[in-house]
Nanobody, 122 residues
């Protein structure tokens, strides 16, 4: 079982940057991929980025490619999402999730955090 806690959300102006963190705690020393998703009011949950356990494989959603970077520090059981050149349309609740492989499908992830709000003002 994996417990996830997101942090780092907040309010930022368009063009600014934020860095989100996803801290994981596991009962066993299990290996897991992590994905970031976001959901804005009235919209479907959207895939943002994912990273494999080794960090070798990273996947990005089309809307964030070139602006967001996902990384991880396994020694600290933490995954990061660096968000640059933020736009008002990036406003959403951001969730991290853990699963076996780094995929774009939310159904492939077994464990989810509570989410952190990111608001980008124009």
């Amino acid at each position: 079982q994996v417990q996830l806690v997101e942090s780092g959300g907040g309010l930022v102006q368009a063009g600014g940057s934020l860095s989100l963190s996803c801290a994981a705690s596991t009962r066993a020393r299990s290996r897991y991929a992590v994905g970031w998703f976001r959901q804005a009011p009235g919209k479907e949950r959207e895939f943002v980025a994912a990273i494999s356990w080794t960090g070798i494989i990273t996947v990005y959603g089309d809307s964030v490619k070139g602006r967001f970077t996902i990384s991880r520090n396994n020694a600290k059981d933490t995954v990061f999402l660096q968000m640059n050149s933020l736009k008002p349309e990036d406003t959403a609740v951001y969730y991290c999730a853990a699963g076996l492989v780094a995929t774009m499908g939310p159904g492939d992830y077994n464990y989810w955090g509570q989410g952190t709000q990111v608001t980008v003002s124009s």
